[in-house]
């Protein structure tokens, strides 16, 4: 036994099973978890004395899915399909046969259970939930490279219907308990305080404690396999499935096929169904990939894995932001959406004030939707000032400098600020081009100068970059990030360069995609090459969005800064003859790679293909997705070679939220290490001999390869 469930049998002959991790926070479905519970059912299975079984939990959630952390490494160490597909079976065993032991088993649902968690209570013959604690049931394991491996693909559907199953299962849509009751997950919703006794309650009064699927004629509810519903759900499932993953991820097309063949046959066969392909799932790097970045490395950044230690916890109580454009109101809002007093000041009250109503829209969107009151978004308006004088900025702990992207303009209300603010005060520039190190020689205290980048829209992407200067200080790096897991974003941490880290990969995307627009690649390719590798917008559309004249600025400024000529590539020719010449400066303008009719959807230019001809001769998909990838990842390993990136996970964690990089991935360094180091470097070796010297090695990464060095251990 591992001591990690409570067994009790009371006076009335009910065996009590209160799982309880010993030095976990929350319980999570590990190998010795399942062991203590097989052993126990079949304990109360055997004693003559026992009526039925109660299982709950002695922690807030009842079990929040499997250990997480341990299957992330079986990838790594070489387990294979069929290791990994009896994994999967070995739970299936243990939940069968405590559904099959001869004696009534009920769960008490006293909080969240995900996953691992919900197949348990999916195994159990009655289920009691508690509306009073916000739990949630959920199946997440497809959002990670998985699906549910411990009979959720065949419950389910058998409990609540395929099209419910597949909301579920395929979706990753939790349900709330009203949801969970009338949907048939549960039997009973209850207080948390009484669902113990109402599980209990069950036992005694011995109801049919037969699971559906093992009753002689059991349907699936909503109809079988040959009702129209059901073959409605699986052929428009199939489109779905096709346009949303471009078959990039593996998961959800596993998950759907586990379903539909495990439903066509028996209970039990159904299961074995199951566990081949979750262990297909687990063998393979795609669900590595997702778990390392997307739980594992993204909790240890939201936990502020890179806050240097020994300084004291801080929160942001009054912040100031200097302009009130899409980015200082962003800021604004989500600042005070956790109560911080927002100081929002701008060039004009007319500005401000524009800014402000930017949360006013934001806040009328939530209470259309019922996720607001007009309580709530009264105090939070209450909140944010809007203002034109410097003096409103007195006692501010922190201050984010969002103006345009001129140096000249920065240092300019760096000085004004500095002259009023505290001298504890932090002081954050949200560039996403300039060296923080060069903004802060504007400062009186370039110690407590620093770079928070965010990503636009500010409500929407999870991101924050920190960007340390040469002379950033240990209490500035801390006190941003905890300002950060404040306002719950996640954060990574880089050094200093022009355009950072995010900023400056993303701009090989953009680049590389108009590159291939100088060379002759017809434009819809373009966009579909990436859309099909698993980014979210095409490099033209991108571009359109943040304009073509910035790009134009932004090139023409990192020229000057670098002494070099501009423009200086293919890429930077084609930016300067739209702004130039054609005068199509992208969305904002009405015009640029694409054309934007009132009332009308977006199309590609026609006159794209007068203005740079297509060749007669067009390259294969994969490659042109594979060009656009390659060059993101080599930047990044220029990166890591440079310091700027000083750990994998923030090139990855920044690569995947910050700007899109495909997730099956885990990010452009998971890319290099699953393509394999020496893979890489040969494919950047033909490609700089087909395409240019943007795609060579430098001596480090090559190297690095000759030693077959993964950026991840």
Same mark, same amino acid.
């Given at each position: 036994? @591992?001591?990690?469930?409570?067994?009790?049998?009371?006076?009335?002959?009910?065996?009590?099973?209160?799982?309880?991790?010993?030095?976990?926070?929350?319980? !999570?479905?590990?190998?010795?978890?399942?062991?203590?519970?097989?052993?126990?059912?079949?304990?109360?299975?055997?004693?003559?004395?026992?009526?039925?079984?109660?299982?709950?939990?002695?922690?807030?959630?009842?079990?929040?899915?499997?250990?997480?952390?341990?299957?992330?490494?079986?990838?790594?160490?070489?387990?294979?399909?069929?290791?990994?597909?009896?994994?999967?079976?070995?739970?299936?065993?243990?939940?069968?046969?405590?559904?099959?032991? /001869?004696?009534?088993?009920?769960?008490?649902?006293?909080?969240?259970?995900?996953?691992? $968690?919900?197949?348990?209570?999916?195994?159990?013959?009655?289920?009691?939930?508690?509306?009073?604690? /916000?739990?949630?049931?959920?199946?997440?394991?497809?959002?990670?490279?998985?699906?549910?491996?411990?009979?959720?693909?065949?419950?389910?559907?058998?409990?609540? $219907?395929?099209?419910?199953?597949?909301?579920?299962?395929?979706?990753?849509?939790?349900?709330?308990?009203?949801?969970?009751?009338?949907? *048939?997950?549960?039997?009973?919703?209850?207080? !948390?305080?009484? !669902?113990?006794?109402?599980?209990?309650? &069950?036992?005694?009064?011995?109801?049919?404690?037969?699971?559906?699927?093992?009753?002689?004629?059991?349907?699936?509810?909503? *109809?079988?396999?040959?009702?129209?519903?059901?073959?409605?759900?699986? %052929?428009?499932?199939?489109?779905?499935?096709?346009?949303?993953?471009?078959?990039?991820?593996?998961?959800?097309?596993?998950?759907?096929?586990?379903?539909?063949?495990?439903?066509?046959?028996?209970?039990?066969?159904?299961?074995?169904?199951?566990?081949?392909?979750?262990?297909?799932?687990?063998?393979?790097?795609?669900?590595? @990939?997702?778990?390392?970045?997307?739980?594992?490395?993204? /909790?240890?950044?939201?936990?502020?894995?890179?806050?240097?230690?020994?300084?004291?916890?801080?929160?942001?109580?009054?912040?100031?932001?200097?302009?009130?454009? %899409?980015?200082?109101?962003?800021?604004?809002?989500?600042?005070?959406?956790?109560?911080?007093?927002?100081?929002?000041?701008?060039?004009?009250?007319? @500005?401000?004030?524009?800014?402000?109503?930017?949360?006013?829209?934001?806040?009328?969107?939530?209470?259309?939707? /019922?996720?607001?009151?007009?309580?709530?978004?009264?105090?939070?308006?209450?909140?944010?000032?809007?203002?034109?004088?410097?003096?409103?900025?007195?006692?501010?702990?922190?201050?984010?400098?969002?103006?345009?992207?001129?140096?000249?303009? +920065?240092?300019?209300?760096?000085?004004?600020?500095?002259?009023?603010?505290?001298?504890?005060?932090?002081?954050?520039? @949200?560039?996403?081009?300039?060296?923080?190190?060069?903004?802060?020689?504007?400062?009186?205290?370039?110690?407590?100068?620093?770079?928070?980048?965010?990503?636009?829209?500010?409500?929407?992407?999870?991101?924050?970059?920190?960007?340390?200067?040469?002379?950033?200080?240990?209490?500035?790096?801390?006190?941003?990030?905890?300002?950060?897991?404040?306002?719950?974003?996640?954060?990574?941490?880089?050094?200093?360069?022009? $355009?950072?880290?995010?900023?400056?990969?993303?701009?090989?995307?953009?680049?590389?995609?108009?590159?291939?627009?100088?060379?002759?690649?017809?434009?819809?390719?373009?966009?579909?090459?990436?859309? %099909?590798?698993?980014?979210?917008?095409?490099?033209?559309?991108?571009?359109?969005?943040?304009?073509?004249?910035?790009?134009?600025?932004?090139?023409?400024?990192?020229?000057?800064?670098?002494?070099?000529?501009?423009?200086?590539?293919?890429?930077?020719?084609?930016?300067?003859?739209?702004?130039?010449?054609?005068?199509?400066?992208?969305?904002?303008?009405?015009?640029?790679?694409?054309?934007?009719?009132?009332?009308?959807?977006?199309?590609? &230019?026609?006159?794209?293909?007068?203005?740079?001809?297509?060749?007669?001769?067009?390259?294969?998909?994969?490659?042109?997705? +594979?060009?656009?990838?390659?060059?993101?990842?080599?930047?990044?390993?220029?990166?890591?070679?440079?310091?700027?990136?000083?750990?994998?996970?923030?090139?990855?964690?920044?690569?995947?939220?910050? &700007?899109?990089?495909?997730?099956?991935?885990?990010?452009?360094?998971?890319?290099?290490?699953?393509?394999?180091?020496?893979?890489?470097?040969?494919?950047?070796?033909?490609?700089?001999?087909?395409?240019?010297?943007?795609? %060579?090695?430098?001596? &480090?990464?090559?190297?690095?390869?000759?030693?077959?060095?993964?950026?991840?251990?």
């Amino acid at each position: 036994m @591992n001591n990690t469930i409570q067994y009790v049998v009371d006076q009335d002959g009910i065996a009590l099973l209160t799982i309880d991790l010993p030095g976990m926070p929350m319980n !999570v479905l590990t190998p010795e978890l399942m062991e203590d519970l097989s052993v126990l059912t079949q304990r109360a299975a055997a004693d003559e004395a026992v009526k039925g079984i109660v299982i709950t939990s002695g922690k807030k959630a009842f079990i929040a899915g499997a250990d997480i952390k341990d299957m992330v490494t079986a990838y790594d160490r070489g387990v294979s399909p069929k290791e990994a597909a009896e994994f999967s079976y070995g739970l299936n065993k243990t939940l069968r046969g405590m559904e099959t032991c /001869g004696k009534p088993v009920a769960a008490a649902i006293n909080g969240l259970a995900l996953g691992g $968690g919900l197949e348990v209570c999916l195994a159990c013959h009655y289920r009691v939930l508690a509306n009073d604690t /916000g739990a949630v049931l959920g199946f997440p394991e497809v959002n990670i490279g998985l699906l549910p491996g411990a009979g959720g693909t065949q419950r389910t559907p058998r409990l609540v $219907g395929f099209r419910n199953a597949a909301t579920m299962v395929l979706q990753c849509r939790n349900q709330r308990p009203e949801q969970a009751l009338e949907m *048939g997950l549960v039997h009973e919703l209850a207080p !948390v305080a009484e !669902v113990v006794e109402r599980a209990r309650r &069950w036992v005694l009064e011995k109801g049919e404690f037969e699971q559906p699927w093992d009753k002689k004629g059991f349907k699936v509810p909503g *109809g079988g396999m040959m009702h129209p519903g059901t073959v409605q759900t699986f %052929m428009v499932g199939n489109a779905l499935l096709s346009k949303n993953t471009k078959h990039n991820y593996p998961a959800p097309i596993a998950a759907q096929s586990a379903i539909f063949e495990g439903c066509t046959t028996s209970f039990d066969a159904g299961l074995k169904i199951e566990s081949q392909y979750f262990g297909s799932l687990l063998a393979g790097p795609v669900a590595r @990939n997702m778990m390392r970045s997307l739980f594992v490395n993204k /909790g240890k950044a939201d936990k502020l894995a890179r806050r240097p230690e020994g300084i004291e916890k801080s929160k942001v109580r009054k912040l100031g932001i200097l302009g009130a454009g %899409m980015m200082g109101a962003g800021i604004a809002y989500v600042s005070a959406k956790v109560g911080i007093e927002v100081i929002l000041l701008d060039t004009s009250q007319e @500005n401000a004030e524009r800014g402000k109503a930017y949360s006013e829209g934001l806040l009328k969107k939530a209470m259309e939707r /019922g996720r607001s009151t007009e309580e709530k978004a009264a105090a939070l308006l209450g909140l944010i000032t809007p203002t034109t004088s410097y003096h409103d900025l007195q006692g501010c702990d922190l201050i984010i400098e969002a103006v345009f992207e001129s140096k000249a303009l +920065k240092a300019d209300v760096t000085a004004k600020t500095e002259a009023v603010v505290p001298e504890t005060c932090i002081f954050a520039s @949200n560039t996403s081009t300039l060296p923080i190190t060069g903004l802060a020689e504007a400062s009186e205290r370039p110690e407590q100068f620093i770079g928070l980048h965010f990503f636009s829209p500010v409500d929407k992407m999870p991101l924050v970059e920190i960007i340390l200067g040469e002379k950033t200080n240990d209490e500035a790096i801390a006190r941003s990030l905890d300002y950060i897991q404040q306002i719950r974003k996640t954060p990574i941490v880089v050094n200093d360069s022009r $355009g950072f880290y995010t900023s400056r990969v993303f701009s090989t995307f953009t680049a590389e995609g108009i590159t291939m627009l100088a060379e002759g690649v017809k434009p819809a390719l373009i966009e579909n090459a990436a859309k %099909m590798a698993g980014m979210p917008v095409g490099p033209l559309a991108v571009t359109d969005e943040v304009t073509l004249e910035l790009a134009y600025k932004i090139g023409k400024e990192t020229a000057a800064a670098l002494g070099q000529e501009f423009p200086a590539d293919a890429s930077q020719r084609v930016i300067q003859k739209m702004v130039e010449d054609l005068e199509r400066k992208g969305k904002r303008f009405g015009k640029g790679f694409y054309d934007y009719p009132e009332g009308a959807t977006k199309h590609l &230019w026609p006159g794209l293909a007068e203005q740079f001809p297509v060749s007669a001769e067009q390259p294969g998909l994969k490659e042109l997705q +594979k060009r656009l990838l390659t060059i993101q990842a080599l930047e990044t390993a220029r990166c890591v070679e440079e310091g700027v990136v000083t750990h994998p996970e923030d090139g990855d964690i920044g690569s995947i939220f910050g &700007w899109g990089f495909p997730p099956y991935t885990g990010g452009t360094l998971s890319y290099i290490d699953t393509v394999g180091i020496r893979e890489f470097v040969a494919e950047c070796d033909r490609m700089t001999e087909t395409y240019g010297k943007r795609f %060579m090695v430098s001596p &480090w990464l090559r190297e690095r390869a000759g030693n077959n060095q993964p950026f991840y251990g």
